[in-house]
């Protein structure tokens, strides 16, 4: 049942039937709202930091003797958007094993950070970018030039890891 | 010069130049709304990012035309051209600044058509055309919402013609003509129309922000319930016109309401003051300025409110027209009728 007695239109009082006061006080508000501050980020020349929590494109850590993925396969099993394709080689080093081809299809990639809790080795960790741009589809498919990320650039990425995984 | 090509230059001028002002306002209104909504606006293109509405035809004219396969082709093509042609057909008759005396006595007016004495019903009647190109733009688009969002605009218009005409009616007994210059003339030095019709002003002003399908009476084009109105059908540049339309009307209703009002480019003792003679080059320049600085208030006013103000709902657009602005312009009738016709 509809309730037509004491709404909120009958408890109004003259000058806010009126209407007129009351959109002079908005437009005060909003004149006043013209010569705040912006919130505007310029963005690509003023860009955002984002902290060690957050989850940009996850990228392999490369150390001073090559990366540290052993191409165990796990974050390829676990990705829930297949997305990983790692195809596994042996090597002298004492890991015995690497990756010969790592791959992340940026297109398919959900930035769920799977990836990353799964591996063994600390490997896969989630970067801090986040602009990622590509003209084709063949470009979204980074291999390992563009995902090996030296380790000193993720050093509070792994801080955060340490601490809260 | 013959008085055609005379007033044949004096309409490009005009033309060109309305067109131009609508442009620059597509980049006030995006600056000024950003600026309400603590963002910046465009600023890339050009310096201040003056160069956006030249950005924004460019892109419009490399969109693809798409005309829906059951559409009624040539009216569908004639929709935006009417909005278009009657929001600039208008200004023929605005008078922006007095004349120009020339050597051998004649004078120079500076209005498309001068001294026309039905100038303002002219317009009246030239705006209600407009509501063709709305409703032939919803109809023949075969598409629900366009039909909704068209049906809409020719109600609501029709609505607010009339408190519209009614508020004007009052003006019209005090200047005791419908030519522009004589309406103006008879504001001269501060006398102007506001401050004797105030309610009247308040009248055209709401009925013109109706006119023009400007927020907070944008029913005709509600996005979240009509998609996007009578233009929802339509692309590219033919979308554009329609947008350009909008402004131009804005403009067009600014002037008017500055002529009927605002004394149009009267200011009291500034001209005197400056001794700046009736009839020379100077004092029509003078007044241009004056005209054209109290329509960008008027601008101003427009855009701020539509970005202040929540859509009407319906039936309260209705009843706001029908039973509150009507009613109000006919006591505003009968009261200046009884002031005129006692006090003079
Ligand atoms: S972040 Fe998620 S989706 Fe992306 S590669 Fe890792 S597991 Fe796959
Ligand atoms: S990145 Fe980690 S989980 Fe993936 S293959 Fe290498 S070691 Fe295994």
Known sequence: MNVTTNTRAQRMSFWEKLYLPEIAKGLALTFKTMFKPKLTRQYPEERWEPLGSYRGRPVLVLEEEGERCVACGLCSRVCPALAIEVQAGETEREKERYPVKFEINMLRCIYCGLCEEVCPEEAIVMSKDYDIVFHSQEEAIFGKDKLLVPIARLQERLEFLRQYK | MSSLTLTLIKGAIALNFALVVAAALVYLERRISAWIQYRIGPNRVGPFGLLQPLADVLKLYTKEDIVPYNANKAFHRLAPIISIAVALAVLCVITPASYILLEDGTKLFIAVAPNVNVGFLLILALTSIGVYGITLAGWSSNNKYSLLGG??????????????????????????????????????????????????????????????????????????????????????????????????????????????????????????????????????????????????????????????????????????????????????????????????
């Open chain 2, 151 to 344: 049906l809409r605009s020719s109600a609501q218009m029709i609505s607010y013609e009339l408190a519209m005409g009614l508020a004007a009616v009052a003006v019209l007994m005090l200047s005791e003509s419908l030519d522009m210059y004589q309406i103006i003339a008879s504001q001269a030095n501060g006398r102007w129309n506001i401050f004797f019709q105030p309610i009247g002003f308040l009248i055209f002003l709401v009925a013109s922000f109706a006119e023009t399908n400007r927020a907070p009476f944008d029913l005709p084009e509600a996005e979240p319930e009509l998609v996007g109105g009578y233009h929802t059908e339509y692309s590219g540049m033919k979308f554009g016109l329609f947008y350009l339309a909008e402004y131009a009307n804005m403009f067009t209703a600014s002037a008017v309401m500055t002529t009927l009002y605002l004394g149009g480019y009267d200011v009291p003792f500034l001209p005197s003051l400056l001794g700046l003679q009736e009839g020379t080059l100077a004092r029509v320049l003078f007044e241009l300025a004056i005209f054209f600085g109290k329509v960008s208030v008027l601008l101003f006013l427009f855009i701020w409110v539509r970005w202040t103000l929540p859509r009407f709902r319906y039936d309260q657009l209705m009843n706001l027209g029908w039973r509150v602005l009507l009613p109000l312009g006919l006591a505003n009738i009968i009261i200046t009728g009884a002031i005129v016709f006692f006090v003079r």
